[in-house]
């Protein structure tokens, strides 16, 4: 019954020195974010070219409603569709990747929306990698809710270990 105890005993103490590492991490963490906005986390305006790490964002126009892209292409009973025009460089010395999920529309209510998928167009993005001191520029289809407003264009590339994100502020 001694050696049990004993062993549970261990087991606690263990437990609680875990828990204040954790909690030393956690302190740590809050200090680091509270040191100020980072160069790769930014935000800008409306055709505003935006740099964040080695992206830069240009998002020259938005047609709000936009008209279907073609007489087929229709939004759902309810929703509109928002366009966009969007110019990514590559500001840096590696080839970064592009691809249209890194891309999303907030509105006012707090929804968050990903480009609409298969919208034909003369210049859609396609998942590709731009080369050091080079641009794509691409349109970008967004369907959203017809009784919310766009509020912000978000650019969040999927780099590992990267932390990049890019607002555009809408109104």
């Known amino acids: 019954m001694g050696a049990a105890s004993r062993g549970g005993r261990t087991t606690v103490v263990r437990g609680f020195a875990f828990i204040r590492i954790a909690a030393a991490a956690s302190l740590a963490l809050v200090a680091l974010a509270a040191c100020g906005p980072r160069p790769d986390q930014v935000a800008g305006l409306l055709g505003q070219p935006i740099q964040g790490g080695d992206y830069q964002l240009t998002v020259p126009s938005m047609n709000n409603p936009a008209d279907p892209p073609d007489r087929f292409t229709n939004p759902t009973p309810g929703n509109r569709f928002v366009q966009f025009d969007v110019t990514v460089a590559n500001r840096g010395g590696l080839h970064l990747p592009?691809?249209?999920?890194?891309?999303?529309?907030?509105?006012?209510?707090?929804?968050?929306?990903?480009?609409?998928?298969?919208?034909?167009?003369?210049?859609?993005?396609?998942?590709?990698?731009?080369?050091?001191?080079?641009?794509?520029?691409?349109v970008l289809y967004f369907e959203m809710a017809a009784n919310q407003q766009p509020v912000q264009l978000e650019f969040v590339p999927a780099v590992f270990g990267w932390t990049t994100r890019i607002v555009v502020q809408l109104g």
């Open 98 to 138: 592009i691809a249209p999920g890194y891309f999303r529309l907030v509105d006012s209510g707090g929804l968050e929306y990903a480009p609409a998928p298969n919208i034909p167009s003369d210049d859609p993005l396609r998942q590709t990698s731009v080369a050091p001191g080079e641009d794509t520029t691409a």
